[in-house]
């Protein structure tokens, strides 16, 4: 977080130095920059991750393996927002869709 504030701090002051001297275009170039660089190193790669996740939930089927909340399971039953996971033999729980974190199978 700290070498976030340092970042910022750096931006907000080259945005300073570029308003000083008058050239009000430079500062719009020089935030566009900014904005560009923000969303293909931090927004870009959220988009295709969280795309990515929900391919990978839309793809489970009933008897893979999956880790749900820590606890590794087999689905049993596909709900629409929930999962039904057999833990151990006749032990079924069921969970969140969302607390898929992957699968195995």
Same mark, same amino acid.
């Given at each position: 977080?700290?070498?976030?504030a340092?970042?910022? !701090?750096? =931006?907000?002051? !080259? #945005?300073?130095?570029?308003?000083?001297? /008058?050239?009000?275009?430079?500062?719009? @170039? &020089?935030?566009? =920059?900014?904005?560009a660089?923000? %969303? *293909? *190193?931090? $927004?870009?790669?959220n988009?295709?991750r969280?795309?990515? &996740?929900?391919?990978?939930?839309? +793809? @489970?089927?009933?008897? !893979?393996? =999956?880790?749900? #909340?820590? @606890? %590794? /399971?087999?689905?049993?039953?596909?709900?629409?927002?929930?999962? !039904?996971?057999? @833990? #151990?033999? /006749? $032990?079924?729980?069921?969970? +969140?869709?969302? #607390?898929?974190?992957? =699968?195995?199978?």
């Amino acid at each position: 977080m700290n070498q976030t504030a340092e970042v910022a !701090n750096q =931006v907000s002051q !080259n #945005a300073d130095i570029i308003a000083q001297q /008058g050239n009000s275009w430079g500062l719009i @170039i &020089y935030c566009l =920059v900014v904005m560009a660089i923000l %969303y *293909f *190193f931090m $927004v870009r790669p959220n988009k295709k991750r969280i795309a990515e &996740y929900e391919k990978m939930l839309s +793809n @489970i089927k009933v008897g !893979n393996r =999956v880790l749900a #909340a820590g @606890i %590794y /399971g087999t689905v049993k039953k596909i709900n629409e927002t929930t999962i !039904n996971l057999e @833990i #151990a033999k /006749g $032990v079924v729980i069921e969970v +969140n869709k969302h #607390a898929i974190a992957s =699968v195995e199978q």
